[in-house]
């Protein structure tokens, strides 16, 4: 190996990408499938850098057929010539790791804040690196093996492997077996992040290639009417109720982008970015945009008198009700906070945002009226609901003549330390006679819905409420209940520590469980977000075989290693519900805490969350539906 590896900056160098390889997830978030693709967005966001530079139009992205990823793109070049520590300057920017740095970095300011320094992460947690650079009719070409440079320089600087026309950067690299859990990459994952990045940057060209055997395909991202393109798409699939409506400004020199179109559906879906990077927190560019377009259709609905004067203002939820936005700045200075560092701090991209949108959104619905009563009539119809919402939540609060088990259904368990209860929230009647038949008495409770009595609309929530099972249901948990965070709802009386949620592998089943979640989601998000919500994962067959023992099998895919493990013959029952089980079955594979399997319903930030629901759904769901139908479908897929 060349010596000038070894002199003292190098040590230092290389100590700092050793911390990278011992706390990966410091630096890529996870060592998840998350994060490995993360590895090619690293590498990606520096061409696209180029690109904002104005340099390179034209990207490549190659998933190699041997495991390993290609980024290409037809920039300037990443600089290879002598950098002060004696070393091309190539070697200096995949061997210095910039954490820490990143944010207060100028030679970094037009970038997203968390990209665009991470290449010599990616190289830390890379089995090999390659590094090609077109320049000046040659191939220069650097070599790395976990972010150790093996390539011997020529008085410091790359060899010459090669003759090129044009410039370029090419990137293969071979992420590390032994800090990722997988080293699969995700392809739709990427593929969606990369179809974004072109909706972003309208005159950017990226061709997607996926060599792996059995998964093929070459797929050309090009979106040359960038962010309202972008929302367009997200609607896809809806009944849209305006046009597309784009506008964009300059203010304190952060350049401000906006889309928007409602739909007809009661749903609000907003995305921020800023230098091109999604902010799955939002932060300031959001609350300027929302707080001046909230008072922009608040006058108009005043001057129009649609909104007389005894009457309150819409609420910022009401008049985006219905809402696809995407809102994109650029920022010279980019600041985050929050707890994954996507949320954007500065208080001029609020200003920003906010001034821009209440000039141009003003211009243009003076001169669109049609559009503008469309958007009205969302918020108007957002408001009615709010307001029958309210009126049934006071319903439920001022006449609690249910008692703790209005209709005699729940079987409560004896014990109150609710550290240790479990409420089992089952679907069917006789199920649920199974269920509170076999329980552990003492710290488990069964509360029996019967599905065709919630088949509410999702609009109707009050209607829900009303529900009886559904009351007995709230009164159950002990906590109140509260639209958003706070105010009635006290977590701290929770009188059991999970909240199970027992249904059907079926369509039905999945329907139940969206209804629960959306529920919780709604009026007791604590539930979910502080870990007590399940869902039980009974079994879809028993094997028995003529000789040995019989096994529950909880999934195709274990009846798939079953067959395969077990050659002799056996017998299959597929159990097509929860009522064909008796009590005894029922305990051993579902309540049974030695023996059962439970899904613990997670949150996950919006980025993941819309990345496993675009590839069920389309990307055509918001983040709180989005959340609800991962999970339903996870239970509809899994159980
Ligand atoms: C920097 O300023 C001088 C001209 O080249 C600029 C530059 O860095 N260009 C550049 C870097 N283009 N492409 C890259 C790049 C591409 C990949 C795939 C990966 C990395 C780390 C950088």
């Known amino acids: 190996m060349a010596k000038e590896v070894y002199n003292a900056s190098s040590i230092k160098v290389l100590e700092g990408l050793e911390a990278v390889r011992v706390r990966p997830g410091m630096y890529i978030g996870s060592t998840s499938t998350r994060g490995l693709n993360h590895l090619v967005y690293e590498i990606v966001d520096n061409s696209v850098d180029e690109h904002l530079a104005g340099y390179c139009d034209t990207i490549h992205v190659t998933l190699e057929a041997d495991g390993s990823a290609t980024v290409e793109d037809n920039g300037r070049g990443i600089p290879i010539d002598m950098h002060a520590k004696g070393v091309s300057a190539e070697r200096v920017v995949f061997t210095t790791l910039h954490a820490g740095g990143k944010f207060d970095n100028k030679a970094y300011a037009t970038s997203g804040g968390l990209h665009g320094v991470g290449s010599s992460v990616v190289n830390a ?3 090999r690196m390659t590094v090609r650079v077109k320049k000046g009719g040659n191939i220069y070409e650097d070599r790395y093996e976990k972010g ?9 600087l790359l060899p010459v492997v090669g003759k090129a026309k044009g410039t370029g950067t090419c990137i293969n690299f071979l992420p590390d077996d032994t800090i990722f859990e997988h080293t699969r990459f995700k392809s739709d994952d990427i593929k969606s992040r990369l179809h974004e990045t072109t909706y972003l940057n309208p005159k950017l060209t990226i061709i997607f290639t996926d060599k792996r055997e059995g998964s093929e395909e070459e797929v050309t991202f090009h979106e040359p009417e960038g962010i309202g393109g972008f929302v367009k798409e997200l609607n896809k699939s809806d009944e849209t109720v305006t046009d597309v409506i784009t506008y964009s400004g300059e203010y304190e020199g952060i350049k401000v982008e906006v889309a928007f179109q409602y739909i007809r559906d009661f749903r609000e879906e907003i995305m ?13 560019h959001l609350t300027g945009f929302k707080t001046a377009f909230t008072a922009v259709i608040n006058s108009y609905a005043r001057e129009l008198g649609i909104l007389k004067e005894k009457d309150a203002n819409y609420t910022g939820a009401d008049v985006r009700n219905g809402m696809t936005a995407v809102v994109s700045i650029k920022h010279p200075d980019p600041r985050f906070e929050g707890q994954t560092k996507t949320k954007l701090d500065n208080p001029d991209a609020s200003r920003a945002a906010a001034q821009v949108t209440q000039e141009q959104v003003v211009l243009f619905f003076d001169r669109n009226v049609d559009q503008l009563k ?14 029958s919402e309210a009126r049934a939540k006071t319903n439920m609060l001022v006449k609690p003549k249910f008692s703790f088990d209005s209709n005699g259904k729940l079987a409560n368990c004896e014990s109150r330390d609710a550290s240790k209860c479990e409420i089992f929230i089952v679907e069917g009647d006789s199920a649920g006679g199974s269920a509170k038949m076999a329980r552990n008495r003492m710290y488990q409770a069964i509360l029996p819905i019967r599905g065709k009595i919630l088949n509410v609309e999702k609009a109707s929530m009050d209607k829900v409420l009303a529900n009886a099972e559904i009351k007995t249901m709230i009164n159950a948990f002990g906590c109140g209940f509260s639209e958003g965070y706070g105010n009635d709802f006290d977590i701290s009386k929770l009188r059991y520590d999970k909240i199970i949620i027992m249904a059907d592998a079926d369509v039905d089943g999945a329907h139940i469980c969206t209804l629960l979640l959306t529920l919780f989601f709604r009026f007791m998000p604590q539930l979910i977000t502080e870990g007590h919500v399940y869902i039980a994962m009974p079994p879809l067959y028993k094997a028995m075989p003529s000789r040995g023992k ?16 077990h050659k002799g013959s056996f017998t299959l029952q597929r159990y097509k519900g929860l009522g064909e089980m008796d009590p005894d079955q029922l305990w051993e594979t579902t309540l049974n805490p030695e023996t059962r399997q ?6 996950d930030d919006g980025r993941e969350a819309s990345d496993i629901t675009g590839l069920l759904m389309g990307p055509d769901v918001p983040p709180r539906k989005q959340f609800i139908y991962k999970h339903a479908r996870d239970a509809e897929l899994d159980i």
């Open 125 to 127: 947690l890379s089995s």
């Open 148 to 156: 150790k440079p093996v390539q011997k320089l020529v008085d410091g």
């Open 272 to 284: 921020g970015f800023c230098n091109n990077i999604y902010n799955s927190e939002g932060g300031t």
């Open 374 to 387: 469309a958007v009205i009539e969302c918020a108007e119809r957002s408001a009615k609901i709010r307001k």
């Open 550 to 565: 019989e096994e529950y099998l909880y999934d195709d895919e274990a009846l798939l290693r079953y067959r395969r493990k």
């Open 598 to 603: 439970l899904r613990k319903v997670e949150i």
